[in-house]
């Protein structure tokens, strides 16, 4: 049972363009959000978070949006640069504080064309 | 920075063998994981450990055991290494500090098992 869901794998956008990354979620506990940027042979970084207090949080270029009615967080990235080409997943916690344990998406990869 | 740093990049076993994977983090966190990364399946929560000597069960810790001896280090053990244990395998750590904490990545083990 998929808890946190990226139903793209893959998107293409050009450069310049807004970029749109989506996550569902199904587990109404859920709390705390983030998104994460992987590289090919490299770990995953850390990119934004956010907690279900808000419903916008943005960080230069990176925006990330969360509907909880709806169980929907959406990553915006504007403009899009070739660089941000990578496989981006979002992730989900319900943890109280003390055990942070994440539910991560099956990832979106998306390629930035120049 | 944080650093986390797994021990080999790219590992390659034969079924039945016992393997070790060891992952060093130096900015004295509590928390430590492993996840494993599958195409289309995301970022699976193996085992975590949230202090020397503790450890919790992630969603598949079928085939695996970890060791955690002194804070800075976390080891995942496959007793006896099967073929669907081919993957990618991602330590990570966190503070758990006033809140939520972002999870620090490793560089990625590779993983070959014929």
């Known amino acids: 049972d998929q808890q946190v869901k990226q139903n793209s794998p893959s998107l293409s956008v050009q450069e310049g363009r807004i970029s749109i990354l989506n996550c569902d979620y199904t587990?109404?506990?859920?709390?705390?959000f983030l998104w994460y940027k992987k590289y090919p042979a490299e770990g995953p970084t850390f990119l934004i978070s956010?907690?279900?207090?808000?419903d916008k949080n943005e960080d230069g270029r990176f925006t990330v949006f969360l509907n909880k009615s709806a169980k929907h967080l959406s990553l915006h990235i504007v403009p899009s640069q070739p660089g941000d080409s990578a496989v981006y997943f979002c992730?989900?916690?319900?943890?109280?504080?003390?055990?942070?344990?994440?539910?991560f998406g099956t990832g979106t990869r998306l390629k930035v064309l120049a | 920075d944080v650093k986390v740093t797994q021990s080999s990049r790219y590992l390659v076993k034969r079924t039945g063998e016992k393997v070790f994977l060891e992952c060093v983090q130096d900015?004295?966190?509590?928390?430590m994981f492993w996840y494993r990364q599958d195409p289309g399946l995301g970022l699976r929560l193996i085992y975590f450990s949230y202090d020397v000597k503790m450890k919790e069960k992630g969603d598949i810790p079928e085939g695996y055991s970890v060791s955690r001896e002194k804070k800075e280090r976390f080891s995942l053990i496959l007793e006896s290494a099967s073929t669907n244990q081919t993957s990618m395998y991602l330590c990570?750590?966190?503070?758990?500090?006033?809140?939520?904490?972002?999870?620090?990545f490793g560089s990625g083990t590779q993983l070959s098992v014929l």
């Open positions: 587990n109404s506990m859920f709390d705390y």
């Open positions: 990570a750590s966190s503070f758990p500090g006033q809140g939520y904490e972002k999870l620090f």
């Open positions: 956010i907690s279900s207090i808000k």
């Open positions: 992730a989900a916690s319900a943890s109280p504080s003390g055990t942070y344990k994440y539910i």
């Open positions: 900015m004295d966190h509590e928390n």
